[in-house]
T-cell receptor, first 111, second 116 residues
C-alpha cells in the first residue's frame, strides 16, 4: 500500500497570507489529485497532475508535481476566508484505480 | 462535469438495524465505484472497490459480511451496513472514475450515518 504524507495537518492563518501544503511519498504515482472538502460534503476535485515537473495554476492556487512523481505541493497566494476547508491529496498507481489519500490539511483563514 | 449522487444524505438508525446507502453516477457509466469512510477531522479511508457484475474487493480490515456491496448496474452501487452499531457511525462517501477520463474520480456528496 502506497502512503502519502501530507503536511501540515492543521494551518490557521490570516487573510492575505500565503501558504504551502505538501504531499510526499516514497512511491511513484501515475497521477496525483488535489481535493477540497467542506464539512458534511464530498471532496471536490481541484486539479489532477500527471507529468513529472508539471505546474498547474487555478486562480490563486498553484499545484506542482515533483519531477520523480513522488511528491506534490499546493501553494495558495493571498488566502481568503473562502479558502477555508480540508485539502486532500490523493494518488493512484494506475489510471482509474483506487486512490490513496493523504491525511489532509485543515486550513482556516481568519478575516 | 460528471455527477455522482448519494442517497440518503443523512440517516439515523437504532443499533442492530441495517442501513442501505445508494451511489449513482448520473450522467456516465461506472463499471467501478469506490466506497470510503471518513471520521471527523480525518481523511478518507478506502473500504472497498465495487465492481459491476462481480464481487466487491474489500480493503484489509473491512468485514465483507458487515458491509455488503452490490453493483447491480453501470450506474448504481449500494453499500449496506448490516446490524449497525454506534461505532459504525461515520461519513460514508462513494466515488466513480469517469471511463476514458483518465485519472479523474468524481465523488458523491456523502452520507452521514448515526447509529444510536
Amino acid at each position: 500500500t502506497q502512503l502519502l504524507e501530507q503536511s501540515p495537518q492543521f494551518l490557521s492563518i490570516q487573510e492575505g497570507e500565503n501558504l504551502t501544503v505538501y504531499c510526499n511519498s516514497s512511491s511513484v504515482f501515475s497521477s496525483l489529485q488535489w481535493y477540497r472538502q467542506e464539512p458534511g460534503e464530498g471532496p471536490v476535485l481541484l486539479v489532477t497532475v500527471v507529468t513529472g515537473g508539471e505546474v498547474k495554476k487555478l486562480k490563486r492556487l498553484t499545484f506542482q508535481f515533483g519531477d520523480a512523481r513522488k511528491d506534490s505541493s499546493l501553494h495558495i497566494t493571498a488566502a481568503q476566508p473562502g479558502d477555508t476547508g480540508l485539502y486532500l491529496c490523493a494518488g493512484d498507481e494506475t489510471s482509474g484505480s483506487r486512490l490513496t489519500f493523504g491525511e489532509g490539511t485543515q486550513l482556516t483563514v481568519n478575516p | 462535469g460528471a455527477v455522482v449522487s448519494q442517497h440518503p444524505s443523512r440517516v439515523i438508525c437504532k443499533s442492530g438495524t441495517s442501513v442501505k446507502i445508494e451511489c449513482r453516477s448520473l450522467d456516465f457509466q461506472a463499471t467501478t465505484m469506490f466506497w470510503y469512510r471518513q471520521f471527523p477531522k480525518q481523511s478518507l479511508m478506502l473500504m472497498a472497490t465495487s465492481n459491476e457484475g462481480s464481487k466487491a474487493t474489500y480493503e484489509q480490515g473491512v468485514e465483507k459480511d458487515k458491509f455488503l456491496i452490490n453493483h447491480a448496474s453501470l450506474t448504481l452501487s449500494t453499500l449496506t451496513v448490516t446490524s449497525a452499531h454506534p461505532e459504525d457511525s461515520s461519513f460514508y462517501i462513494c466515488s466513480a472514475p469517469l471511463a476514458g477520463g483518465g485519472e479523474t474520480q468524481y465523488f458523491g456528496p456523502g452520507t452521514r450515518l448515526l447509529v444510536l
